[in-house]
């Protein structure tokens, strides 16, 4: 039956005191296969969760997601549902997507007033980039093919309830990248003896940034940023190695290739001028995520009618999000629905004291129910 607010608030406060890091999720999974069996559904278990669940006689298939994993974060909030896994937090939210879509294959287990078959995608590892993958290398397109697969995120400082999302580009993509670069270290009182590595490297850092500034186009929305800087350097060593790490997010796979071509070129180019050796590792981690623009309008229609506050043009996310595995392979839609405003459900994504707003929970799986009732309809006109 229908879950009350008060039962899904009970599930989620459960799931955010255990968190758990990405591939690490078992209570997670287990927690969530044995809820979606209790209903009667359908469950595969694998890298993550896949519920389906069938009604009338109508041969499409929907795909819905949520993410299941949390970060590591030592949890800073002062309610009474606080992490109890030292160091790791649900900072993201995921805890409130999990408990959303149980609610809705629970309304809709209920129900079944659709035509169709829906397939509960519930991921694991969607912070690091490897969930959606490991899912897609199972099989799990193939065994269980859907037409169109959506997926909701919170959005922190968005009125509660309110829709957003786009066609096309909706997340960039994230690419990660090492640049090790090897001097000749020596005694501080000497520099002109060796090629210290992290004057060179100090330079590379500063060039990087004419990437964005000076070789892409103006509003290509790329972002280059150097995240660590090490040395073997010491109080009076002058360091032989560094490393210079960060990530790369772009909006097309165009820019993305560019920009890894210009850091080859610049790091190249300054290494030679110092008389260094330099290696360069770029690995795209998350691909951008591609709206298709019928599971937008469905969005769309669905969160008017329900009386959301809607926006379907909303200006592309810089955040890089695993659901673009999924929709690089079906027709898709991610969406963000507003966490709040205020308090800790108005704190950025990844902050130590955000909390995923518990108004949201009926709201998301009533969304969810209604999706499915639009795009598996009884009277066949979907």
């Not at 090490?230 to 790490?245: D, E, F, H, I, S």
Request: glycine share 10%; with cysteine.
């Amino acid at each position: 039956m229908p879950q009350s607010h008060t039962h899904l608030v009970e599930i989620r406060h459960d799931l955010h005191r255990h968190p758990e890091l990405g591939m690490q999720e078992a209570r997670t999974k287990t927690f969530v296969a044995g809820f979606l069996r209790d209903l009667g559904l359908e469950v595969h278990e694998g890298a993550g969760v896949v519920g389906i669940l069938r009604a009338g006689t109508g041969n499409r298939a929907i795909g819905l997601r949520a993410d299941m994993d949390a970060l590591p974060i030592t949890e800073q909030s002062t309610h009474d549902y606080v992490s109890q896994n030292t160091g790791v937090m649900h900072a993201c939210g995921h805890d409130g997507h999990t408990t959303m879509l149980l609610g809705a294959a629970a309304d809709l287990a209920a129900t079944r007033d659709f035509d169709g078959t829906v397939v509960f995608l519930f991921q694991p590892d969607e912070e690091t980039g490897h969930g959606a993958k490991a899912m897609i290398d199972e099989g799990v397109l193939e065994r269980f093919p859907v037409e169109e697969v959506y997926a909701i995120h919170n959005l922190p400082g968005a009125p509660v309830g309110q829709i957003s999302t786009r066609p096309g580009l909706i997340c960039s993509s994230e690419s990660l990248f090492e640049i090790t670069i090897t001097g000749q270290g020596g005694h501080s009182s000497m520099p002109q003896v060796g090629v210290d590595a992290i004057t060179v490297g100090a330079e590379m850092v500063q060039a990087l940034q004419t990437i964005v500034s000076r070789k892409l186009a103006p509003g290509a929305g790329v972002v280059v940023s150097i995240t660590e800087f090490l040395t073997n350097g010491q109080r009076n060593v002058l360091p032989g190695q560094a490393v210079l790490k960060g990530d790369v997010r772009a909006r097309s796979p165009e820019d993305r290739a560019q920009v890894e071509t210009f850091m080859r070129q610049i790091t190249s180019g300054i290494a030679a001028a110092h008389g260094v050796t330099v290696e360069v590792s770029f690995v795209t981690e998350f691909v951008e995520s591609m709206n298709a623009t019928a599971p937008v309008e469905a969005v769309a229609r669905v969160g008017t009618a329900l009386g959301h506050d809607t926006i379907a043009d909303r200006p592309p996310m810089s955040f890089s999000e695993d659901f673009g595995q999924f929709s690089a392979a079906v027709p898709g839609c991610f969406l963000l629905m507003g966490n709040g405003t205020d308090g800790p459900q108005g704190r950025p994504l990844h902050s130590d004291d955000y909390d995923f707003n518990d108004a949201l929970l009926p709201l998301g799986a009533a969304f969810w129910a209604a999706l499915v009732r639009d795009r598996l309809p009884t009277d066949k006109k979907g």
